[in-house]
């Protein structure tokens, strides 16, 4: 169903992937990207449950628009483990400007889709989505 603001559909895989992602812990994270020729948000990648953050972030394009979900494992002072999923919007400043218009106007009808998500975080760059960052919020 689009979205009457952006216009941009969903995909069914993206609502399955993290399904299995926030249930079954099959995926450590995923990678979605719009695809502007039929204005829908797709899978671009999925992360095997052994992948680490660094390639997480290795995984984000230095120069264009990503819509991305983390599983984010870790231990609290009361040494408890635990787990948060991240949302996080990634739009680098060599972004064009209109693909950050379009996933800026898009992401909150994207987020109501993923049921689940625990904490969000923006990012324009790398520094502003270190795991010393993650690592706060989750806690």
Not at 70 to 90: A, M, N, P, R, Y
């Amino acid at each position: 169903m689009a979205n009457s603001a952006s216009g941009m559909a969903v995909s069914d895989e993206c609502k399955l992937k993290f399904l299995e992602l926030k249930s079954k812990r099959n995926f450590r994270f995923i990678v979605f990207k719009i695809d502007e020729k039929i204005q829908q948000v797709m899978v671009e990648k999925l992360g095997q449950p052994g992948e680490t953050y660094d390639d997480f972030s290795a995984s984000l394009p230095a120069d264009e628009c990503r819509y991305a979900v983390f599983d984010f494992d870790f231990v609290t002072d009361e040494h408890c483990q635990k787990s948060k999923i991240f949302f996080i919007s990634w739009a680098p400043d060599t972004s064009r400007v209109r693909s950050k218009m379009l996933y800026a106007s898009s992401k909150d009808r994207f987020k109501r889709e993923l049921d689940g998500i625990q904490v969000e975080l923006q990012a324009t760059d790398p520094s502003e989505m270190s795991l010393d960052i993650v690592k706060a919020r989750a806690l």
